[in-house]
C-alpha cells in the first residue's frame, strides 16, 4: 500500500466519520432541541447552560449539551417532495451513548403536507397520528397503547366529531354544531350520562344532562340585546332556583333569588358596597357587605 493511497484512505475516513469539522455549527439552545443564537466555537466552550451542535451532508444531526456534557443526539434524515420541498422523514433520537430513545417517521402527501407521524420508543410501544387535509374536511386518528382518539372535520377544518378511547375508562363522544362558523351546540355521551351545552356569542346559556335519558340538570339563561344577563335558572331533582336580574333599579336592586317560587336573597349597591340578604319568608336574616368582592362586615338580625 502505497503512502499516498493511505492518505486518501484516511481522508475518506475523515470525511464520513467527522462530519463536524466540517459541516459543524454552534447554537444557544433550550432543552428540547432548539436553537437560538449563533456561537463560535470558542464561545460555545466558554457557555455554561444549554448548547446544541448542528451538522450533516446527507441528512443532519444535532448534539445536545448541558454546561459542555453530551446529553442527547438526534439525526434526521430528508425526502424531497413533488414540488422540490426538503421534508424530514426520520428522526432518531439517542442518549450520549447513542442508545435508541425513540424513532419517529414522516409521511407527506404529493403536494407536501404532512399525512402521517409515527413515532416508537426503546421498549417498542408506538403512537401513530394521522392527519386531515388542511382546509377541508377529513379525519384525524390519534392510535397507541394509551389513546385511540378519532376526529372528524366538515368545511373549514372544524371538528365535528370526536371519539375518544382510554385503557379502564368509558368511551367518550362528542358532537359539535355551528352556525355563521360560530360553535352554538356542544354534545357529549359518557358512560351514559348526555351532556348538552348551548353557546351565544360565546357564552353557554343552556346546559342539559341526562342519565340513561333522564334529565337530572338543567341551567338556562337569558340575557339582553347589551348582552348582560336577566334570568338564570337551575334546576335539579326536587329544586328549582332562579336568579333574577334588575338593570338600573331605582333602589339600587341588582339580584333577586327565588328556590321553588320562595324568595330567599336579594342584592343590592349601595354606595361603594354590594348588599347580599338572606331572608326567610318575608324576614331577613343575615346581611352581608361587600367592597370590590372582599368581605367587610356581617349583620345578624333576630
Known amino acids: 500500500m502505497t503512502n499516498c493511497w ?5 481522508a475518506m475516513v475523515l470525511w464520513w466519520s467527522l462530519p463536524a469539522i466540517v459541516f459543524a455549527q454552534w447554537y444557544a439552545a433550550t432543552g428540547d432541541f432548539l436553537e437560538e443564537e449563533p456561537l463560535t466555537p470558542a464561545q460555545a466552550r466558554e457557555r455554561s447552560g444549554w448548547t446544541i451542535e448542528v451538522g450533516g451532508r446527507d441528512g443532519e444531526w444535532r448534539r445536545l449539551y448541558l ?3 453530551l446529553l442527547e443526539q438526534e439525526r434526521t434524515t430528508f425526502v ?12 432518531l433520537r439517542s442518549d450520549a451513548q447513542d442508545e435508541l430513545l425513540f424513532r419517529v417517521e414522516l409521511r407527506y402527501r404529493s403536494d407536501g403536507t404532512l399525512r ?12 401513530m397520528i394521522r392527519y386531515a387535509p388542511p382546509g377541508g374536511p377529513g379525519t384525524e386518528t390519534i392510535r397507541g397503547d394509551g389513546l385511540n382518539l378519532t376526529v372528524r372535520y366538515g368545511e373549514g377544518s372544524v371538528p365535528e366529531y370526536l371519539r375518544r378511547e382510554e385503557p379502564g375508562e368509558p368511551v367518550e363522544e362528542e358532537w359539535y354544531r355551528y352556525l355563521g362558523g360560530r360553535l352554538v351546540e356542544r354534545r357529549t355521551l359518557r358512560d351514559g350520562l348526555e351532556t348538552l351545552l348551548r353557546y351565544q356569542e360565546g357564552v353557554v346559556v343552556l346546559e342539559e344532562q341526562r342519565q340513561a335519558g333522564v334529565l337530572v340538570y338543567r341551567f338556562s339563561e337569558d340575557r339582553g340585546n347589551d348582552g348582560l ?15 333574577r ?3 338600573e333599579h331605582p333602589e339600587g336592586l341588582q339580584r333577586e333569588r327565588f328556590v321553588n317560587g320562595a324568595l330567599v336573597e336579594r342584592e343590592y349597591l349601595r354606595d361603594e358596597e354590594v348588599v347580599v340578604e338572606r331572608l326567610r319568608g318575608e324576614e331577613v336574616l343575615f346581611r352581608t357587605y361587600f367592597v370590590e368582592g372582599e368581605l367587610v362586615r356581617r349583620e345578624t338580625l333576630l
Open 229 to 243: 344577563p336577566l334570568q338564570r335558572v337551575v334546576e335539579t331533582r326536587g329544586r328549582r332556583e332562579v336568579d
Open 6 to 10: 493511505r492518505r486518501n484512505l484516511l
Open 245 to 247: 336580574y334588575h338593570q
Open 67 to 69: 454546561d459542555g456534557e
Open 80 to 91: 424531497t417532495s413533488d414540488a422540490g420541498i426538503s421534508l424530514p422523514r426520520q428522526i
Open 116 to 127: 402521517s407521524i409515527r413515532r416508537c420508543g426503546n421498549d417498542g410501544s408506538c403512537v
